[in-house]
């Protein structure tokens, strides 16, 4: 009997060890599982899955809505899109699944127009609170109604009652060089600014112009025509006027209002690109000389008219005073020396003469600048030659007197002799004049750099030589420094 109770405890004892290290078996070898079975996601974020107790290399992962998620070969997951998808882990021929859900909105980024409105929807979740980081750029109401302001980037955000912030980039976009006329044969490329999406561009009547993949406009023949851009959400458009080189024109509009200043930097339409003018106020108080102390406030129109050519076509910076100090000086030597000589620095009075409309010329050849200089004229003539010169967007360099031959206002443009530069002609058929002296308020207001009148007018107060063989560099009286020069004549 003891016998058998000792084997019988031998016996227990066995079956409880059996128990333990089963137990302890079973508990090392969990079944194979993902590591997550249901997960919410907010798009554009990630998050790894793992299958257990498997070589991660081994397991073939798949998506079963790639436009919602994706997913690589590691098990990185990819929320790209509101909704509801199955990650799948394929292993051993067989598949485990994980539910993602994904918080979004119905656009991940937006592009808008001015003024444009776009509502923005969350799904899979319970909005809050919207916000814009930027109102001046777009603003979100609380429906989630998004509105574009002006050109920028801004971020739209929403707090779901989870405490999600979903958030949607916004783009307000604007075109940049978008020109109202263009001259037959030119081209020139356009830019959508601040845009998350590419531009399709057209052109309602590519037969007056066209426009490439990436917004290059080439005017082919004259006519009117709409150059448009696609872009998200955002369609950008613009008139375009194609016109003939021999009658481009500057919108008034488009000038200055205020000219009444010491410098001024205007663009003015020319052929084949627009042109960029410096006008100088000949006794502004930068441009007073400390060598002839007295001679830019009575004698600088001409130079002042010279620097203004040279600045859009010969990349001139200095100020006119360079030109009288510097270059003149170089130029003319010894006949420099005679006329300034006479700058008494004693006297509130200038003795020095201004450059001449023939000594222009030299330093026009000097800057490889192109001209014309017609000293003789009948007024018919020269307003047909004027007027058509103008209209290739090329300028005129001219003299007047203070009393018109047409009988117009006396002293209205001088008080005895004045160089001026015609820039072009405006839409409304003015000219555009750039002028270095502040005349009468009650004629001409705040336009005092640039101004305006009829050719007609202008020619009235010029005037031709009598002298046109005179090679004399510096003013010679009326006789010899009459008549105009034609800057880069065409043809």
Known sequence: MKKLGKHYLALLIFAAAFVIFAQSGCAARKPTQLSETSITMVAGKTKKLKLRKVKNKKVKWSSSNKKVISVDERGQVYALKSGSAYVKAKYKNRVYRCKVTVIGFNKQKLTLAHGDKYTLKLRNAKAVRWYSKNTKVAKVSSKGVVKGKKTGKTTIV??????RKIKCKVYVASLNNAV????????????????????????SSPDVATVAADGTVQAIKKGDTTIQCKTGKAVLSYKLKVINPNNITTKKSDLPSNTRTDKLTVTINSYPSSRTYNIWKQNGKDNISEIFPHYMQGH??????????????????????????TVERNLFGDDWVRNYSKEDTNSSKSRPMPISLYGMTKVLDNYNVGYKLVREFDDASALAEIEAHLKTGNPVI???DNTSRFGGTANKWTTGYHCMTMLGMTDTGEVIVADSVDRSSSIFGDNQRIKYASLYELLGYMFPCTNATSTSIYWGGKSSSGGYILINPQG
Request: aromatic share 10%; net charge negative; hydrophobic share 35%.
């Open 398 to 400: 001219f003299i007047v």
């Open 300 to 325: 600088g129109c001409s130079a002042s008219s010279l620097a203004t050519v040279l600045s859009a076509y010969a990349g001139y910076t200095e100020d006119p005073k360079y030109l009288v100090e």
């Open 180 to 203: 109202s006329e263009a001259v037959i044969g030119t081209s020139y490329k356009v830019e959508a600014l601040n845009t998350g999406n590419s531009c399709t561009w057209t052109s």
């Open 158 to 163: 929403c707090v779901t009652s989870g405490g």
